[in-house]
Structures are given as structure tokens and as C-alpha cells.
């Protein structure tokens, strides 16, 4: 069993990361601001998934266990918090307007070690509250890949990682993981907190982010990720993430 480090204080500071990087599990004692201000962050949990492309950011409150992985060329930020002003107890993706992106990244331009950013202590502390205000006022998105428990809904998530394009319903699923479609949708709602087409369309999303980060085409994520056109798939993403794929990674 690899074992998991443990970070008295979450670091603050730049951490570029390669095409398919990663930081592997670990955990802190204070919180965490996650930001890949280029590219594509995803941070794993026992819990899920979340991801974020360049308009969102990830909260990962003390103590959770968690890795990243980057997708595409990506610019990581990272911001330790003693406190928890968005007195959230689960991570979470927020939303990231562009004063707050710029704020983030003025906070932690000048390291890529972790350390803490030089510069005028009044300054900083400045900096530091306008940031704080603005994380308080970041609405929550809900981009959250949950895990399932059940090993009967665990093997037709699994069928689905594996193609998103997969167009089979519940029912035609549920044949293959020996169960019946009513018995998955119950599991969907207990363990997902969401229904089956709910799940889908985040797990198409979370695909697509990926793929785009990756440099594949419009065209080519949707047909990968099972929507009928460009034009449907390009009418969920806008509205998930409130920009058109075309423009995700030209921010």
C-alpha cells in the first residue's frame, strides 16, 4: 500500500505540470485553493472526481486525501488557507470571474517551490483580503464526478468511463450488470446523488474537458463523448461552463 504524505501546512505557490503530470496522494492539515490557470486540473478523492478547466477553481478543505492529475500544458496555482471562509467541509469547483483569476495568480507568481511569495507584507496582506472577498463570493458549480459503491452500478460506471459515446439506456445496462433498470436508477440517486442522465452528462463533460485539454477538435470530442452533433454538444458545454469548447483553452 503506497503510503500517503502528509503536509503539516498546504502549500501556496506555482506548479507547472506536464501533459498527464500529477501530484500524487497526499493530504494537509489547513486548506486549499487548486487553480490551473492554463490547461486542466483534476483532483481524485475517495468521494470522486472534480475537475476544473480555466474558469474554475477547486476548494479541497484540511485533511481530505487527494491527487491531481493535469490534462494539456497546465499552470498550477495553489493557495493554503489557515481558515475556512467558505465554511465548506467537502471539496467543490467555484467559480472563477477574472478579477479573481488575476488575483490568484499575483499571489503566487513569484514560486514554484511552495514557499511563500515575496514582496511588500502591506501589499500582500492587501492582496490577501481582496482575494479572500471574492473566494466568498464564488458560487459553487457542480462538477463532480461521484464514485459509486455498489459493484451491479460500479460496472456499468465502469462501461461508460470507457466509452462515454455509449448510447445504451439504463434499462439495456442494467441486462449487462444483471440487475434491473429500476434497481440501477435507485443506486444512481443513493450513491451519485444525482439520476443516471444527470451522471451521464457530467461524465460526457468531464470526457470532453479532458479530450479538449488533450488539442483533439470540437467535432471529434463530441462524437468521442456521444453527442449527436458539434452544435448539441457545444449547447451543454456553453451552458455547463458558460463559454463554447472552441474558446476553453484561448482564455
Not at 465502469?158 to 448510447?167: E, K, S, T
Not at 444525482?194 to 468531464?206: G, I, N
Amino acid at each position: 500500500m503506497t503510503a500517503i504524505r502528509h503536509l503539516p501546512e498546504a502549500p501556496t505557490g506555482r506548479r507547472p505540470l506536464a501533459p498527464g503530470a500529477g501530484i500524487d496522494a497526499h493530504r494537509h492539515d489547513t486548506h486549499q485553493i487548486v487553480y490551473a490557470c492554463r490547461g486542466v486540473v483534476s483532483v481524485t478523492t475517495s468521494a470522486g472526481t472534480w475537475v476544473a478547466p480555466a474558469n474554475r477553481a477547486l476548494w479541497i478543505p484540511a485533511g481530505t486525501v487527494h491527487e491531481h492529475r493535469a490534462h494539456g500544458d497546465t499552470d498550477l496555482r495553489l493557495v493554503g488557507l489557515a481558515d475556512n471562509p467558505l465554511c465548506l467541509g467537502h471539496p467543490a469547483v467555484l467559480a472563477v470571474g477574472p478579477l479573481l483569476r488575476e488575483l490568484i495568480i499575483a499571489y503566487t507568481c513569484d514560486t514554484e517551490s511552495g514557499t511563500h511569495v515575496s514582496g511588500d507584507g502591506g501589499e500582500r496582506e492587501r492582496l490577501w483580503a481582496v482575494l479572500v472577498d471574492r473566494l466568498k463570493r464564488a458560487p459553487e458549480h457542480p462538477l463532480h464526478l461521484p464514485t459509486a459503491r455498489d459493484p451491479r452500478l460500479t460496472a456499468v460506471c465502469a462501461i461508460l468511463h470507457r466509452d462515454p459515446a455509449d448510447g445504451r439506456t439504463l434499462a439495456e445496462l442494467a441486462v449487462q450488470a444483471g440487475t434491473s433498470d429500476r434497481t440501477l436508477a435507485r443506486l444512481c440517486r443513493r450513491e451519485l446523488g444525482m439520476s443516471f442522465p444527470q451522471w451521464r452528462t457530467q461524465l460526457r463533460l468531464h470526457h470532453a474537458l479532458l479530450l479538449l485539454a488533450d488539442g483533439v477538435s470540437v467535432t471529434t470530442v463530441a462524437h468521442r463523448c456521444g453527442w449527436a452533433s458539434a452544435s448539441a454538444f457545444i449547447d451543454v458545454f456553453k451552458r455547463a461552463f458558460g463559454y463554447t469548447p472552441g474558446k476553453a483553452f484561448t482564455m
